[in-house]
C-alpha cells in the first residue's frame, strides 16, 4: 500500500492553481515608504508586467490555446469540482486562481461568476475551525487554497475571499507539522513523483511566496509571521556560496517553484541576497538543467551536472519533463527577475517555454485514449486508469528512442491546474513597462494600452511569429509623446533590425539586449521588426557535445515518425533545407526524415528530438 500521496493526484485537490506569480508590490524602491504608507523595505523594480490589465491576445497560435482553454473550464460543473472535497477527502477544485486571472486579463464576468459560485460552495465545506482538507499534503492543500483566494480578491475584487483567506491561515498556523527535512530522491518529502512514487506528506517548501502576497494585499502581519516561517535557507543559500550547488535529485519543479518564495523575500524585505539566491539559481538551472525546450527535470529531479542530463534520454521512463507544472514555475521565475535586474535575457527562456513546452501541450480533453502499446509496462499501468474528465497533458518525452504525446492517465492531475495558469499568463509576458519605456518581451499577435502620465499609448502587433521573422507594429497614443520602445533582441539572433515608418533605425540590437527607440511618436507609427532566425545545433550538455537537437529561433524541431538520423556534419544549413513550408525542413538528399515544430505534434504521434551527430 502506497505510503504517500502522489503530488499528480492532488489537483483533484485544490482551490488555488499552484502557486502565484504576479508581484503585488508596485515599484517600491528599497528603503522607502512602501504600499501601505508605513516606511517598510522592499525590492527595487525595474520593469513592471500588466498583472493582466490592458493586454489582449489577438487571434493567433497563443490567443486560440487560451480560448479553449477558458471554454474546458468554464464548462466544467461547478458539482464536478467539487466533487471530491464535498466527501471530505481533501479535494477542493483548483481552478480559481486561473480564472480570476482570466477575468482581470479579458472583463469575462461569466468566467469570474463562475469563480465566485465556486468559491463560496467550496466556503461552505470549511469545517468551523478553519480545517480545510484530510488530504495527506496538507501545506500543498493550504498554499494551494490560498494562492486562489489571493487571486480571487486581487483580480476579481471579490472580498468575501478575505474572511476564507484569514480562517484556513488559522488553521494553518495552528496545525501545520513545523518538522521540515532537506528533501531529496531518497526522502518521503522529496516529491519525485515518478509512477508508483509518493511526494511526502508535507511539501512545505513552496509556502512563502502566496503568504508574502497575502500580506502585500492587505497589510495584516500574520501572513508575512507565518510566511518567514517557511523560508528554504538550506536551498536557496546553495546559490549565495562560493561552492558549486548541490541540490541534486530534489524534486525538480517545487524546487524551481521555491525560487518564487526566495522572489518574494526579496520584494518584502529588499534583502541583496535573496536577489543574489535567483540570479545565481537561474544562471545555475540554464548551465546544467536546461533541455533545448527550455524544460528541466527528468524524471522529476533536479541533474548533477556530470552528464546526468544527457543520459536521461536513454532512458525509457517517458518523463523528460513535467510541463504545465514545470512552465507555470518557470514563468514566474523569469518575471520575477525581469522584474528585479531589467535585463532581457530571462525573456529567452520564457519564449522557450512558450512555443516548446506549454504552447506544445496537448489541450485539456474529456476523450477516453489508451496508453500506446510501446510504452514500458509499469508507465502503462498507470496511465491504464482512464476518465472521461480531466485528461491532462503531463509529461513532454525527449528519449533518444522517440516519444509520443500521450494524456496523464489520471483525471485532474495537478497539471491541470497550472496547464490553466500558464495559459492565461501569456496576457502577462508580452509586454513590461517603466515610467518611460514599453518593453516588447515576446513577439506574439496583440494589443497593449499603457497609460503615461494619462496619455493612453496603444499599440497593436501583427506578427505569425515563430514562423516569420517579422513582427509589425502599430503605434497610437491618444497624443503624440516622447518615449522609449523597447523590444528584446534573443539571445540566439544575429542581425536584429527595426524600421519606422518605412526607415531603417540604426539602432544597437545586441543579442540578450532590450533594443531601443527613442522618438516622439505620433498615431499611426509603423514600426517593422526583423529577427533572423536559422537551423542551429544545441548539445543536450557538455559531457555529451554530440547529442543534439535542432532549433530554428525558439522553436525545437523533431523529426516526424521518429525517424532515425544519422548526421556528422556540425553545421545544419549543410544538410538541414527548407521545405518550402512555415518552420518545415528536411534533410538534404534524403526524403525523410522531415523536421517540425514539436509544437504541431499531435496526440499519439511518433516523433524524435535528440539524436547523436555521428563523429
Not at 32 to 47: F, K, M, R, T, W
Not at 117 to 127: I, R
Not at 425 to 441: A, C, E, G, V, W
Amino acid at each position: 500500500m502506497r505510503q504517500h500521496v502522489n503530488r499528480r493526484d492532488f489537483v483533484k485537490s485544490a482551490v488555488g492553481a499552484s502557486i502565484v506569480a504576479p508581484l503585488l508590490l508596485k515599484g517600491t524602491p528599497a528603503h522607502s515608504p512602501g504600499v501601505y504608507g508605513e516606511d517598510q523595505p522592499g525590492a527595487h523594480i525595474y520593469l513592471t508586467p500588466f498583472d493582466y490589465d490592458g493586454v489582449r491576445l489577438l487571434d493567433g497560435m497563443l490567443n486560440k490555446q487560451y480560448v479553449a482553454t477558458r471554454d474546458y473550464f468554464f464548462n466544467l460543473p461547478i458539482d464536478v469540482m467539487l466533487l471530491g472535497f464535498r466527501k471530505r477527502s481533501g479535494e477542493p477544485p483548483q481552478w480559481l486562481s486561473a480564472m480570476a486571472r482570466m477575468y482581470k486579463a479579458t472583463g469575462d464576468k461569466p468566467i469570474l461568476d463562475k469563480a465566485t459560485s465556486l468559491m463560496a460552495e467550496w466556503g461552505k465545506t470549511l469545517e468551523p475551525n478553519g480545517f480545510y482538507s484530510r488530504h495527506p499534503a496538507p501545506h500543498y492543500a493550504y498554499d494551494k487554497a490560498l494562492c486562489g483566494l489571493v487571486d480571487l480578491y486581487h483580480y476579481g475584487g471579490q472580498k468575501d475571499a478575505l474572511p476564507l483567506m484569514e480562517k484556513i491561515t488559522d488553521w494553518a498556523v495552528q496545525n501545520l507539522d513545523r518538522s521540515r527535512s532537506n528533501p531529496t530522491k531518497d526522502d518521503p518529502d522529496a516529491g519525485h513523483g515518478l509512477p508508483g512514487q509518493g511526494m511526502g506528506p508535507r511539501e512545505w517548501y513552496t509556502l512563502s511566496e502566496n503568504l508574502y502576497r497575502a500580506y502585500q494585499l492587505t497589510g495584516n502581519s500574520k501572513y508575512k509571521t507565518f510566511g518567514d516561517l517557511w523560508r528554504y535557507p538550506n536551498y536557496w543559500d546553495m546559490f549565495t556560496r562560493s561552492t558549486e550547488p548541490t541540490p541534486y535529485n530534489f524534486h525538480a519543479y517545487s524546487h524551481c517553484n521555491s525560487l518564487s518564495s526566495a522572489a518574494m523575500t526579496y520584494a518584502v524585505t529588499g534583502e541583496a541576497k535573496y536577489l543574489k539566491t535567483i540570479i545565481n539559481a537561474y544562471d545555475w538551472f540554464a548551465r546544467t538543467q536546461f533541455y533545448a525546450t527550455g524544460g528541466y527535470g527528468p524524471y522529476e529531479m533536479l541533474q548533477p551536472p556530470d552528464g546526468s542530463l544527457g543520459k536521461s534520454l536513454e532512458s525509457t521512463i517517458p518523463a523528460s519533463f513535467e510541463t504545465p507544472c514545470g512552465t507555470w514555475a518557470g514563468f514566474k521565475l523569469a518575471k520575477y527577475l525581469m522584474q528585479f535586474t531589467g535585463e532581457a535575457r530571462y525573456g529567452d527562456w520564457i519564449e522557450q517555454l512558450v512555443y516548446n513546452c506549454i504552447g506544445a501541450a496537448l489541450p485539456m480533453s474529456d476523450h477516453r485514449i489508451a496508453p500506446p502499446a510501446s510504452l514500458p509496462g509499469p508507465v502503462a499501468a498507470n496511465m491504464s486508469i482512464m476518465s472521461t474528465r480531466g485528461q491532462t497533458f503531463y509529461y513532454s518525452d525527449y528519449l533518444l528512442s522517440g516519444g509520443r504525446k500521450v494524456y496523464h492517465g489520471e483525471p485532474f492531475p495537478c497539471c491541470s491546474g497550472t496547464y490553466s495558469q500558464a495559459v492565461v499568463d501569456y496576457h502577462d509576458l508580452i509586454y513590461f513597462k517603466d515610467s518611460t519605456s514599453l518593453y516588447m518581451n515576446l513577439f506574439v499577435p496583440s494589443q497593449v494600452t499603457w497609460d503615461l502620465e494619462g496619455n493612453d499609448i496603444k499599440v497593436e502587433q501583427a506578427t505569425s511569429y515563430p514562423e516569420s521573422e517579422i513582427t509589425t507594429l502599430h503605434v497610437n497614443p491618444t497624443q503624440s509623446a516622447v518615449f522609449n520602445l523597447k523590444f528584446r533582441v534573443p539571445g540566439w539572433c544575429a542581425g536584429a533590425s527595426v524600421e519606422v515608418n518605412g526607415s531603417k533605425q540604426d539602432v544597437a540590437a545586441q543579442p540578450g539586449t532590450w533594443a531601443t527607440l527613442k522618438r516622439r511618436w505620433a498615431p499611426g507609427d509603423l514600426v517593422k521588426v526583423n529577427i533572423p532566425m536559422r537551423p542551429r545545433l544545441v548539445p543536450i550538455d557538455k559531457q555529451h557535445p554530440y547529442r543534439v537537437a535542432v532549433m530554428v529561433g525558439p522553436v525545437v524541431l523533431v523529426r516526424e515518425n521518429g525517424s532515425s538520423m544519422v548526421a556528422g556534419e556540425r553545421d545544419p544549413s549543410k544538410w538541414i533545407l527548407p521545405s518550402g513550408e512555415p518552420l518545415e525542413y528536411r534533410v538534404s538528399s534524403q526524403p525523410t526524415p522531415r523536421f517540425v515544430p514539436f509544437y504541431r505534434v499531435r496526440e499519439g504521434a511518433l516523433y524524435g528530438m535528440y539524436f547523436d551527430l555521428q563523429t
